[in-house]
């Protein structure tokens, strides 16, 4: 349910840079979410939905890039990809690996008029 | 910042309590900028620049404000030698029970504050009162996790001396108090063994962003399936930098790990 709060954090970003270049309106926001980043990609979207009513992003679509999730073993030094964090390295074995994408909550762009 | 997950509760729905003062509560303002007014004035003349769509890049983390934050609480604690655990867990596990525990056998050795994080009720924060703590609640309404802007406001109610640790129980939730920085010196979750082994992988962001993990109510073991080798495996799979000590608040076996775990602190 924290979704809500990231929301909001969404909106106010928006807004921000928004007012900063004396925008009409947000057409269009787009968000880098990383695979592991812990985010219910459907409640996002609700509550985005509630959340930018009466504001200038108001009637912005959403554009959601997905960042796979990407890991290191610091074993064998192979990097691979995977869904999810238990997973161990493909080539030795070992679930000595370290997260290097895959967590990103960005607010990447936003069209204006 | 946002605290709320119900999207119709306003912020000052967020409040922070000491224990005996029930009557002057305080809100936490947020750093909202209204988001409901103010543009329709700005763009009543329609300049011709806004006849076409500009895209801006903006690339900031979404949750970056409280980051900044955490990082404004992180300076402080670091300035003032206070070092800082943030307690999170699912409901149930103890976190309570073994704040209350610690604080009553090394209160005497060593200054203690705490901030109690919780929905509703004054329960967890009258509790620590009474071990004579100084403690305040914060109240996140119907927020599932305390973020740093509630830290900050908090930690300037308590006014915590050099050199103390400073005990923040979270909301207990093992799904979003995972993703808020607060500014601690550590992340520590607590499971007990009542609880399923396979915990760690079920919610692997909360095991995976903590420092340790207490395996608490051993004392239970003798009663229970729970496959305490399985439950660590499991864990290490999803953070292998993850340290664990075993107790039991109960029967007192293990404590001293944990109590020696918290003196080697630093920040």
Known sequence: MHEMAIAQNIIEIAEEYAVKSAALKVNEIELDIGKLAGIELESLLFAIDVIKEGTICNSAKMIINHVEAQFNCTECLSTFNTENYYAKCPVCNSHKVEIIAGREMRVKSIDIN | ?267
């Open chain 2, 1 to 267: 910042m946002c605290d709320t997950c119900g999207c119709t509760q306003p912020d000052e729905a967020v409040t922070l309590r000491k224990p005996g003062k029930i009557d002057s509560h305080q809100h936490i303002s947020s750093n909202h900028q209204n988001h409901s007014h103010s543009h329709s004035e700005h763009h009543s003349h329609n300049h011709h620049e806004h006849t076409h769509s500009k895209k801006i890049s903006i690339e900031t983390d979404i949750l970056h404000k409280n980051d900044l934050i955490a990082e404004r609480n992180r300076g402080y604690f670091e300035a003032k030698n206070i070092r800082t655990i943030n307690l999170v867990s699912s409901p149930g596990s103890g976190k309570t029970s073994l704040l209350e525990k610690t604080l009553t056998d090394l209160k005497d050795q060593q200054g203690f504050y705490v901030i109690e994080g919780d929905q509703q009720t004054m329960n967890d924060a009258n509790r620590i009162d009474s071990v004579g703590v100084p403690v305040i609640q914060v109240n996140t309404g119907n927020g599932c996790h305390l973020d740093s802007n509630m830290v900050s406001a908090a930690i300037k109610e308590l006014n915590p001396e050099n050199n103390s640790i400073l005990m923040i129980e979270n909301v207990g939730n093992l799904v979003c108090p995972s993703l808020f920085d607060l500014g601690e010196t550590k992340r520590v979750v607590i499971i007990s063994v009542t609880e399923g082994e396979d915990k760690p992988i079920k919610y692997p962001n909360m095991f995976q962003s903590s420092d340790l993990c207490i395996i608490n109510k051993i004392d239970l073991l003798p009663y229970l399936d729970f496959d305490l080798e399985k439950m660590k495996n499991y864990a290490v799979q999803v953070n292998h930098h993850l340290q664990f000590i075993e107790l039991s608040v109960k029967s007192g076996e293990g404590l001293n790990a944990w109590y020696d775990w918290l003196k080697n602190l630093k920040n």
